[in-house]
T-cell receptor
Framework: DQQVKQNSPSLSVQEGRISILNCDYT??????FLWYKKYPAEGPTFLIS?????DKNEDGRFTVFLNKSAKHLSLHIVPSQPGDSAVYFC????????????FGGGTRVLVKP | GAVVSQHPSRVICKSGTSVKIECRSL??????MFWYRQFPKQSLMLMAT?????????EQGVEKDKFLINHASLTLSTLTVTSAHPEDSSFYIC???????????FGPGTRLTVT
C-alpha cells in the first residue's frame, strides 16, 4: 500500500511559468512533509518542508501548501527555470516512526526554455 | 552544509560475489544512517535504519542476512550485499542524520550492476 503518492509522473512547463507538483498521502499520522529534488545518478537534495501545524511554507521560488483535511500537499515553483528540470519527490514522516521518510513515486519536471 | 559521501559511486560485480558500499558523513556526526534502494523510474525505498553501535532495523521484506549493515562509528556506515544476484542491481543511496530529529542528508548514491 503506497502511503505517499505522486499521481503525475511527469510535468512539462515553459520557462518563467509556474510548476505545480502534487502529492497525496493516506497515513494520518504523518506530521512532517518534505520535498526533494533529484538529478539522475545523484542523491536527493532537500528543497523545502512543512510541518502539519502549518498550511504554507515559502522559501524563495518554492512554496509548499498543505491541506490536512484532504491529505494533500503541493509544491509551487515560480518562476520555473531550466535548471529546475529534475525529478521531484515528496516525502512524509512522523516522530513516532523515528522520522523515517516515506517517499512518493516522483514527478519528472521538464522546464522548456 | 552537511556532506555525505558514498564509495564507490559505481560498481559492477559478478553474480555470487559480495559488494561493500560505504557511506560517510564528512562534517558531522551521524547518529542514524538510512539505506535506500531505487529501481529505475521508481521511488526510493527504505531498506534499513542503522544507529551507531547497535544493530540495524530492517524494513519488511528486506533480508538482513543478504544486506549486512554495519554502523561502527558516528561517521561511517557500510552496506554489504552478499551473494549478489542480477536482481540486486539497483541504485543504493544512504542518508545520514545528526540527532534524533535532524534533517537527513543524502549521499550521491552507488550504482550496482550484477552480471
Amino acid at each position: 500500500d503506497q502511503q505517499v503518492k505522486q499521481n503525475s509522473p511527469s510535468l512539462s512547463v515553459q520557462e518563467g511559468r509556474i510548476s505545480i507538483l502534487n502529492c497525496d498521502y493516506t497515513n494520518s499520522m504523518f506530521d512532517y512533509f518534505l520535498w526533494y529534488k533529484k538529478y539522475p545518478a545523484e542523491g536527493p537534495t532537500f528543497l523545502i518542508s512543512i510541518s502539519s501545524i502549518k498550511d504554507k511554507n515559502e522559501d524563495g521560488r518554492f512554496t509548499v501548501f498543505l491541506n490536512k483535511s484532504a491529505k494533500h500537499l503541493s509544491l509551487h515553483i515560480v518562476p520555473s527555470q531550466p535548471g529546475d528540470s529534475a525529478v521531484y519527490f515528496c516525502a512524509a514522516t512522523f516522530q513516532a516512526a523515528g522520522n523515517k521518510l516515506t517517499f512518493g513515486g516522483g514527478t519528472r519536471v521538464l522546464v522548456k526554455p | 552544509g552537511a556532506v555525505v559521501s558514498q564509495h564507490p559511486s559505481r560498481v559492477i560485480c559478478k553474480s555470487g560475489t559480495s559488494v561493500k558500499i560505504e557511506c560517510r558523513s564528512l562534517d558531522f556526526q551521524a547518529t542514524t544512517m538510512f539505506w535506500y534502494r531505487q529501481f529505475p523510474k521508481q521511488s526510493l525505498m527504505l531498506m534499513a535504519t542503522s544507529n551507531e553501535g547497535s544493530k540495524a532495523t530492517y524494513e519488511q521484506g528486506v533480508e538482513k542476512d543478504k544486506f549486512l549493515i554495519n554502523h561502527a562509528s558516528l561517521t561511517l556506515s557500510t552496506l554489504t550485499v552478499t551473494s549478489a544476484h542480477p536482481e540486486d542491481s539497483s541504485f543504493y543511496i544512504c542518508s545520514a542524520r545528526q540527532g534524533s530529529g535532524g534533517e537527513q542528508y543524502f549521499g550521491p548514491g552507488t550504482r550496482l550492476t550484477v552480471t
